[in-house]
């Protein structure tokens, strides 16, 4: 079975803190992505990655960066956290394979709350 | 730009009865669509995909999905809803290179 873990399902930081939310995927896909997911709001992609040091700007990119040294990791990085990032993170994987895109594997989710 | 909708915030089902969640989808072309289904404090779990063929789409746990071009519509089914199904249900159209859209969910409530 593919997993996709997360390093952390809970978290508290303060504002202005740097925070790294660390995703690993082992099963050798291509593409990692991280969403927020808040009420009502659905899923909305923050980051895209399609290949190592690959990375692509989603719908809600502002207060955010990504790292993919490593084809299995890729990290969300919050410079300096706001009270407005507080949320639910998800991280997922997929292959590139065929015309389409292809389904996605999610992680369990990072709950993130500033102070 | 491609847009998924579901008009439905929430949905109480009684124990048994019948299950119908809506989606309306915006793509020109011939969507590559998904359902998901998250359990709380979970990640999302695909339940189903459409990518071409047969329009009627067998998934797990008993789910079902009809493709409608002509409605532009993915409508996911269950003929008899189970206490456990009781979760946050997720519709999604690919949006370009490996992306997807999704949209912003129902909740499913079942009653006893």
């Known amino acids: 079975d593919v997993k996709v873990t997360q390093s952390s399902r809970y978290l508290v930081k303060r504002t202005g803190e740097k925070v790294f939310l660390e995703c690993v995927q082992d099963?050798?896909?291509?593409?990692m992505f991280w969403y927020r997911q808040d009420p009502g709001l659905g899923l909305r992609l923050i980051y895209f990655?399609?290949?190592?040091?690959?990375?692509e700007k989603g719908d809600i990119p502002e207060g955010y960066s990504v790292s993919r040294e490593k084809k299995e990791r890729f990290s969300l990085i919050l410079e300096s956290a706001s009270t407005n990032q507080t949320s639910m993170y998800l991280c997922a994987s997929s292959f590139s394979r065929g015309a389409g895109p292809n389904e996605q594997f999610f992680g369990p989710g990072t709950r993130l709350t500033v102070l | 730009a491609q847009s998924v909708t579901q008009p439905d915030i929430h949905i109480t089902v009684s124990e048994g009865a019948s299950l119908e969640l809506r989606c309306n989808y915006s793509y020109g072309a011939t969507p590559y669509l998904f359902w998901y289904v998250q359990s709380p404090g979970q990640g999302l779990q695909l339940l189903l995909k459409?990518?071409?063929?047969?329009?009627l789409v067998q998934g797990i746990k008993g789910f079902e999905a009809e493709f409608k071009r002509s409605q532009s519509s993915f409508n996911l089914r269950k003929p008899s809803v189970h206490w456990s199904d009781a979760a946050e249900y997720f519709c999604?159209?690919?949006?370009?290179?490996?992306?997807?859209?999704f949209g912003t969910g129902t909740r499913l409530l079942v009653s006893p």
């Open positions: 990655s399609y290949d190592v040091k690959m990375k």
């Open positions: 999604a159209v690919g949006a370009g290179f490996q992306k997807l859209v």
């Open positions: 099963m050798d896909h291509e593409n």
């Open positions: 459409y990518f071409s063929g047969d329009t």
